[in-house]
């Protein structure tokens, strides 16, 4: 077993926990209380923050992933498409924003993917 190192969240300074292999790796640490406050501004990159989920918190983060993002992208949404979609009937516009959110977590995915595709392939043109 990894022994675990004692470092701080980037964010709110809370002592928290990181195995001692990926200290290195990571260029800033983020506690659970963090994750979950919808106030965090989270990095662009997190592909180089460390999260710390206990095991038992796992199953919430897709929910607090989408709280979140819904928090920041519905009112941006909304102010450049509302005079569209109040005159639209109510199930054309349950569908909009249905598949406006689809979209929206389908191209973060795969940017999310091109993004380490593209970190890999220059840690091997590095080496």
Sequence with gaps: EEKMMKVNCSFCGKGMECPEGMIKKFEKHICFDCVQNPATEFPEDMTKVHVDIPSDEIEAI??????????KLFPEIWKERKNGLKQMPPEDMAREMFEEGVFSGISGF??????????????????
């Design 62 to 71: 897709p929910e607090i992933i989408t709280a979140n993002i819904s928090d």
């Design 110 to 127: 795969f940017y999310a993917m091109m993004k380490e595709r593209k970190r890999e392939l220059s840690k091997k043109d590095g080496m």
